[in-house]
């Protein structure tokens, strides 16, 4: 039964069914990436020593720089697979549009358009939200600084908007 209504739906529909799906995933992330901001913020805030990395004599006080390692880990990761996700609905959405043929509403195809931007945008916002916390919670005494900069472009041909991000991350160590 379930075979015989698959048939029924046309090539354009399940397109957009996956579509959907897909693009349900990455909202998911961005709503997983907003949980992740609004647990650790707040304690980045509260706590900067969980981050500072300080070394008194052999011992190490509080995390050693391991939450931030994490959280710089988990923020790279995400976010790499999210950008990736957000790539392939664009892609997806421009073979429909092409192989459509005036079978789907430019509306729509622009509709989807906007919201895998504007996920895109939110979770770009929460990342730099994450890095600007880290970064606050630091000690001024820095001796030995390295910048990592990841550029992330999304563009869309038929619509010709690219729109680049460019995240810089600042690891900070403190010599002694």
Not at 43 to 55: C, G, M, T, Y
Not at 105 to 128: C, L, N, P
Not at 134 to 140: G, Y
Request: hydrophobic share 30%.
């Amino acid at each position: 039964m379930v075979h015989n209504s698959s048939k029924s739906i046309s090539v354009s529909d399940r397109a957009f069914v996956e579509f959907c799906r897909c693009l349900y995933q990455a909202k998911a992330v961005v709503r997983e990436l907003e949980s992740f901001s609004n647990s650790v913020c707040p304690i980045l805030n509260s706590h900067p020593e969980l981050i500072q990395k300080e070394e008194k004599g052999e011992m190490t006080r509080f995390g050693n720089g391991l939450l931030l390692e994490q959280v710089n880990k988990y923020l790279n990761t995400t976010f790499r697979k999210f950008t990736r996700l957000c790539r392939i609905l664009m892609v997806v959405l421009t073979q429909i549009e092409t192989s459509s043929a005036g079978k789907v509403k430019k509306e729509r195809i622009d509709s989807f358009r906007v919201e895998v931007w504007e996920e895109w945008k939110t979770a770009t916002s929460i990342k730099q939200r994450l890095i600007h916390f880290t970064q606050q919670s630091k000690k001024d005494k820095t001796v030995y600084t390295t910048t990592t900069t990841t550029m992330t472009t999304l563009d869309d041909p038929p619509s010709t908007t690219t729109t680049t991000t460019t995240t810089t991350t600042t690891t900070t160590t403190t010599l002694r």
